[in-house]
């Protein structure tokens, strides 16, 4: 892991139209660029674990853990 803390995937924290969302999810909110989104799976342990960045900034690197169930 880089500068920024693993955390697990919540819906709680997206509000506004489908457009809004999406722009949320996949793009950097430094810049607004597109990330650069990768996603390893554990199907042992039931989770995925998603990696973003942003080539366009500093803004850093993201990692989320997304569980399965």
């Known amino acids: 892991m880089t500068n920024r803390s693993l955390k697990v995937e919540t819906y ?12 949320q999810i996949e793009n950097c909110p430094k810049c607004g660029a597109k990330f ?12 995925v674990h998603e990696e973003v960045k942003c080539t366009e900034c500093n803004f850093g690197t993201e990692e989320t853990l997304h569980i399965l169930n």
Request: proline residues 0%; without cysteine; aromatic residues 12%.
């Open 12 to 23: 709680e924290r997206y509000y506004g139209s489908v457009d809004e969302v999406v722009k």
């Open 36 to 47: 650069i989104i990768t996603h390893l799976s554990d199907r042992e342990n039931l989770y």
